[in-house]
């Protein structure tokens, strides 16, 4: 059983920075790629960025130059620094891990950005 399990989520204030970590555990042979999602209220959830197993990486163009998203394979673990938050980057943040030709999802976490 492939687990995700996510960290780092809190209340900010704008301008400040966040670092979310999410780390896969169970049985694993191979990940491809990972990607961080959001779901503000009201909204659909959208596409963040995403970061191949060979390090192509992809942003939302609103939070390119202030997120950076990264992987650690060795910890099965993906990173999404964010800095320069900003009041409409409240939302629900997922993260999402392609294991064995399989999506998974972690549970979510709630970042609030105060004004």
């Known amino acids: 059983q492939v687990q995700l399990v996510e960290s780092g989520g809190g209340l900010v204030q704008a301008g400040g920075s966040l670092r979310l970590s999410c780390a896969a555990s169970g049985r694993i042979s191979s990940i491809d790629a990972m990607a961080w999602y959001r779901q503000a209220p009201g909204k659909q959830r959208e596409w963040v960025a995403s970061?191949?197993?060979?390090?192509?990486?992809s942003y939302l163009d609103s939070v390119e130059g202030r997120f950076t998203i990264s992987r650690d394979n060795a910890k099965n673990t993906v990173y999404l620094q964010m800095n320069s938050l900003k009041p409409e980057d409240t939302a629900v943040y997922f993260c999402?891990?392609?294991?064995?030709?399989?999506?998974?999802w972690g549970q979510g976490t709630q970042v609030t950005v105060s004004s």
């Open positions: 970061i191949t197993s060979g390090g192509t990486i």
């Open positions: 999402t891990q392609y294991i064995d030709n399989l999506d998974y």
